[in-house]
């Protein structure tokens, strides 16, 4: 589970651990929209045969629809009532038909807790899930939740519990979202998931709204109109990263990549810290809050050259300064790429984490977190919104990651890249070796929430201008 980007060290504590289900292939029928979806699947439940110091809530989601479903759209929420305020549950996939290997599972807290439920596990499935054919249904998703501490559940005062149900039915106390907008099912009281705000894709981008854009048109670190932008290269030292780390600016370069000017972030080692350096690249104002964030990002699995497989980080994020254990005012949202694991993960993984705050010492963590695990090596495009009730995250157009209001920043907050060393033990080899994240462009504009493709038309109106920067957003 990841820890804040710029700096402290990672550790596993009050980790939730997300693994899980499913893949149908992809048919030639074009995925439902959420519209068309509505009446159409349906989620079934069963509880499993767990003891007492876990839940088995064990789902099945249907298509009765005409036309196929992306699974990727889909999010299924199982409602519970903590054991205690603190505790803190981790979430497993004992068994799938077609494998516990492509979907997310996250815990959420609920604006409104009721009698019966203050949280839920929420089930989200990655692209490499593939889609849900007309007149089919998943099979077994065989799921189940505990406690950190192991300590006993009680799942009696579970809003979405049925301890009579010991056979597939529909189950209309669990909630299903495609795109964002119910499809299935009641939640408690109050706590009905928030559809988006905008779900068109217009061709033109909205007038207005204040924005800074950047090509990243530059010809060195040290070129002056990267400080005159706000921007700063960083080289002071500290986390994150491997100790004795250097943050060195000089490996942030600049070239052409397909007609646009790219930046690219240089991380090397030769298995040492002290031959170590890592890249960052971040605004120096923190003038960003509610709005739109978005980038054109090229992660890498491989070396540039040198050997392969050490626990790298390549990360677009916003952050804003912790300025004591546990404020509740700190907010950080990322996007986080280990190409090679790390953080307990044997393989790639992109996580995206919105942060509500965090103790160093001893670690404690405040967070909700949404986990693809599968390749993303090449260019891909981000979109982060943040609007007054929800956090969403896309990549390449499609809904990745949906956290609650419960994580909205309440400050302002900076824009940062960078691509660093989790540490040491996933490459044992001192030969030297390189590894590039590249960067295409960022968009961030204020208070509104716009599509993916609204955004793609935003940067194309930029570049069609020939405008390579612009920064209308007012100092907070």
């Known amino acids: 589970m990841p820890t804040p980007s710029l700096g402290r060290t990672r550790k596993n504590a009050l980790t939730f651990a997300a693994a899980a289900v499913l893949g149908c292939a992809g048919l030639a029928a074009q995925p439902a929209t959420a519209n068309a979806a509505q009446g159409e699947l349906t989620v079934q439940y069963h509880t499993g045969s767990a003891g007492s110091d876990q839940a088995e809530p064990w789902l099945k989601v249907k298509n009765g629809g005409a036309a196929s479903v992306a699974l990727s759209g889909l999010k299924v929420r199982y409602y519970f009532k903590s054991d205690t305020p603190s505790s803190t549950y981790r979430f497993a996939c004992s068994w799938a038909v077609k494998g516990c290997a492509n979907v997310t599972g996250t815990f959420g807290t609920l604006a409104r807790p009721t009698a019966n439920a203050d949280r839920y596990l929420e089930i989200g499935f990655t692209a490499g899930a593939g889609s849900l054919a007309p007149g089919t249904d998943t099979g077994d998703l065989q799921l189940r939740f505990y406690r950190s501490d192991w300590q006993p559940l009680n799942q009696a005062d579970d809003y979405s519990f049925g301890p009579a149900q010991t056979a597939y039915g529909n189950w209309s106390?669990?909630?299903?979202?495609?795109?964002?907008?119910?499809?299935?099912?009641?939640?408690?009281?109050g706590n009905d998931p928030t559809d988006p705000t905008d779900r068109t894709d217009p061709t033109d981008p909205p007038a207005g709204g204040a924005t800074l854009f950047d090509d990243f048109d530059y010809t060195a670190y040290n070129d002056p109109n990267i400080s005159a932008h706000g921007w700063n290269v960083r080289s002071n030292s500290g986390g994150p990263g491997v100790p004795g780390a250097t943050w060195a600016p000089e490996n942030v370069t600049f070239s052409s990549s397909g007609g646009n000017s790219v930046m690219n972030l240089e991380t090397s080692t030769s298995g040492t810290g002290e031959s170590t350096r890592q890249t960052e690249v971040l605004t120096k104002a923190t003038k960003f809050k509610n709005g739109t964030y978005a980038a054109r990002i090229k992660f890498s699995d491989a070396p540039r050259s040198g050997p392969d497989g050490d626990h790298l980080v390549q990360t677009f994020f916003?952050?804003?300064?912790?300025?004591?254990?546990?404020?509740?005012d700190y907010a950080e949202y990322d996007f986080e790429y280990l190409p090679n694991g790390g953080w307990g993960e044997s393989s790639n993984i992109l996580y995206t984490t919105s942060w509500e705050t965090y103790d160093p010492d001893p670690w404690q963590a405040v967070n909700q977190h949404t986990e693809g695990r599968q390749s993303y090596d090449g260019w891909h495009d981000v979109v982060l919104t943040i609007d007054n009730s929800t956090i969403r995250y896309y990549i390449d157009g499609r809904l990745f990651g949906t956290h609650d209001a419960a994580y909205l920043p309440e400050r302002p907050m900076s824009i940062n890249f960078n691509q660093w060393l989790i540490d040491l033990t996933g490459q044992s080899s001192t030969s030297p070796r390189t590894y590039d994240e590249q960067v295409d462009y960022v968009l961030h504009v204020k208070d509104q929430v716009l599509t993916p493709a609204t955004v793609a038309a935003k940067v194309a109106a930029y570049r069609s201008a020939g405008t390579t920067f612009e920064d209308t957003v007012p100092s907070s």
């Open 173 to 189: 106390k669990v909630t299903a979202q495609l795109d964002g907008a119910v499809v299935w099912g009641s939640a408690p009281e």
């Open 318 to 328: 916003t952050i804003n300064d912790l300025k004591a254990p546990m404020a509740d």
